[in-house]
């Protein structure tokens, strides 16, 4: 501690706005502290909000994060900073001042009605990140439906270069009623004084690209963990049904392949990531629930159950939901070009080798700390 007590700050960073960062934060501003709660989505929710269900309840993700999205809102002890990178921090545990640079939203939140006459305006496409590029949203878009702050917002982040000039054509501020756009806005950076800084910074799935044997980005039928959760979601791209990007079309069967991109030495990172067993059972059970007739396996190496009334949830979906487990190694997947089938082939635990044919398939893949 600082020896000047009155130098203490009484205000908190928090850096992430996920499920833990919003918790911590509401936590915190109930203790009496001042907190600063920094995103550099344009909304809070982080991974959390893009998914369908949680286990072992199945419960919906979003029933669960809404309560908390509203109440960090109109917290009078929470400043939400959304759109907003941490450039540095200095000084000591009590006293220390953290640097951030808040990035042009383009539209004022405390002047939007979320009304949405701006994206109807809109001229442009752009592949929609949240949906995992599954669908597209207008150059002027809410983060998602359920977003906090509930505002929309003009964001050429990560963008190609072609697609920056378009978002400068000024539709979007002739069709705002209430002035809320502003295109000419210019980042701004602050200095928070505060007394202690919680990370809060979540997790990301793993890019299976790096695992050409998958087909990842070169088969249209298979999809990462996260992109087959906005597939099952009802405000997702495809409205909650179970369809092939490739045709829009049911398919017979979907498989999971597990262990991609963790357990793996050879990349760097040899560890479980502990939670992919389980949400792969959960997407399966969810995708019978959606169509009764599809027929769902799991390709595993080892089934990794163990939190509370997971095992028994395990047990549910092969017994009674009619999952199918395989223990298997799955040495590539490959496409059949008429139909866009994917081929999975396998070693089984017998050492037998093995090829089945499935509508889609999805990669169960691992997790690693945000940068």
């Not at 909000?49 to 002890?77: Q, W, Y």
């Not at 509930?150 to 697609?163: C, I, Q, R, S, T």
């Not at 000024?170 to 002035?179: D, H, L, R």
Request: net charge negative; aromatic share 8%.
């Amino acid at each position: 501690m600082p020896n000047d007590a009155s130098q203490v700050s009484g205000a908190v960073a928090v850096i992430g706005a996920g499920i833990a960062g919003i918790q911590a934060s509401l936590d915190l501003a109930g203790m009496g502290f001042r907190v600063w709660l920094v995103e550099e989505r344009p909304a809070i929710g982080g991974l959390m909000a893009m998914l369908d269900k949680t286990f072992p309840t199945n419960d919906c993700s979003l029933c669960i994060l809404s309560p908390k999205l509203v109440e960090c809102g109109r917290h009078k002890d929470i400043e939400i900073l959304t759109c907003t990178d941490v450039l540095g921090l200095e000084g000591a545990p009590g006293r220390y001042t953290l640097r951030v640079r808040r990035n042009p939203r383009r539209v004022d939140p405390a002047k939007c009605t979320s009304c949405g006459a701006c994206a109807e305006k809109c001229p442009i496409n752009i592949p929609n990140a949240y949906e995992q590029g599954l669908s597209f949203r207008k150059a002027i878009y809410k983060y998602y439906p359920q977003a906090i702050p509930n505002a929309w917002v003009v964001d050429d982040a990560g963008l190609p270069p072609h697609y920056r000039g378009c978002i400068r054509c000024g539709a979007c501020v002739k069709a705002c009623a209430a002035g809320a756009v502003c295109l000419e806005e210019e980042p701004e950076e602050m200095s928070l004084s505060v007394g202690a800084v919680i990370l809060a910074a979540g997790a990301n799935p793993i890019n299976p690209s790096d695992k050409p044997e998958f087909g990842y980005g070169r088969f249209l039928n298979v999809l990462t963990s996260l992109e087959f959760e906005r597939v099952l979601s009802a405000s997702g791209p495809y409205d909650g049904h179970v369809l092939r990007p490739s045709d829009r079309e049911k398919p017979r069967s979907v498989a999971w392949i597990q262990c991609v991109g963790s357990r793996d030495r050879q990349a760097g990172r040899p560890w479980c990531s502990s939670v992919c067993c389980m949400y792969a059972v959960k997407e399966a059970v969810i995708s019978r629930e959606h169509d009764a007739d599809l027929e769902t396996s799991i390709f595993y190496i080892d089934m990794r159950a163990f939190g509370r009334d997971f095992d028994p949830y395990v047990e549910r979906a092969r017994d009674q939901v009619g999952v199918r487990f395989v223990r298997s190694r799955v040495s590539e997947i490959v496409e059949d070009p008429e139909t866009r089938d994917l081929f999975v082939r396998y070693e089984d635990d017998s050492g037998e080798y093995r090829e089945e044919r499935f509508g889609m398939v999805v990669l169960s893949a691992g997790l690693c700390v945000s940068p």
